[in-house]
């Protein structure tokens, strides 16, 4: 019965996922961009309750993880927007919410979700931890890849020349790579099949104004 129950509760918060990403991709793509836009921070919020609920966070482990991953991203974005160092010269648009000196809230809660439900994805592998690392990092970068070439025109951030730069992509895959390591060393586990699909979600978002 607990089982049961279990995925219920699962197959119910991966539908409010696709629901939630679908009715914005359809309403954006019908011409209310802004009305949409300006409801990102909501989507996200949704997303992390249900996160924290299924995945979930639930014990010392995964919490130390998930604050670490917080104010690591965090801290490296700082040092961006800031010192133009580690990911190139850009700023933050209004598009993500309440900012810590210039820095959005939900950029490093973000960093935090896409480890856990990266990690978890590769989890469906027999890999060793090494190539589960490498691969996982490489997920989370595809996801930014796609995210970038959105993120001026949803006034999520803007680079410098309108394009991010290599080290962009290099300094992500870095940091990355060291908190996905961090998930390997805690071994942590969460629910696959909903980080499967809330990350496919988000990928078929971007993926989908990249190339309409």
Request: hydrophobic share 55%; proline share 4%; net charge neutral.
């Amino acid at each position: 019965m607990l089982e049961a129950i279990s995925k219920n509760k699962v197959i119910i918060a991966i539908g409010i996922v696709w629901l939630f990403h679908i009715s914005a991709l359809i309403g954006i793509a019908s011409g209310a961009l802004e009305w949409f836009i300006q409801k990102t921070p909501l989507n996200l919020m949704v997303s992390l309750l249900l996160f924290l609920f299924i995945y979930p966070i639930n014990n010392i482990s995964k919490i130390l993880a998930f604050a670490l991953f917080f104010f690591g991203g965090m801290f490296a974005e700082w040092l961006g927007v800031h010192y133009g160092i580690l990911f190139g010269d850009y700023v933050y648009g209004n598009n993500l919410g309440p900012k810590l000196d210039g820095v959005p809230y939900l950029i490093g809660i973000y960093w935090a979700l896409l480890t856990f439900i990266t990690a978890s994805i590769l989890d469906y592998t027999q890999l060793k931890a090494i190539p589960k690392i490498i691969m996982a990092a490489a997920l989370m970068v595809l996801l930014d890849y796609f995210m970038e070439h959105n993120a001026p025109v949803f006034d999520f951030w803007r680079f410098e020349g309108g394009t991010a730069p290599l080290e962009n992509y290099t300094t992500w895959f870095t940091l990355a790579l060291v908190f996905q390591a961090v998930v390997r060393v805690l071994k942590i586990k969460g629910n696959k099949p909903f980080s499967t699909h809330l990350y496919l979600a988000q990928l078929v978002f971007f993926a989908f104004f990249l190339y309409s």
